[in-house]
């Protein structure tokens, strides 16, 4: 029974450390997007056309 119950737990945080590695993979592919964004946004401010 404990051993049951063991594998139960490991399982568990076997699938909440694989949620929060693919939270994690979202996380930096939504701050990549966000800075290119940026980047597209700020980049003709530095060439000073809208001023």
Do not use: W
């Amino acid at each position: 029974m404990r051993q049951a119950v063991a594998l139960r737990i490991a399982y568990r945080q076997l699938c909440f450390r694989r949620v929060l590695v693919s939270d994690v993979v979202k996380l930096d592919r939504n701050i990549i997007t966000h800075r290119a964004f940026l980047m597209v946004v700020f980049m003709p401010a530095g060439t000073g056309r809208y001023e």
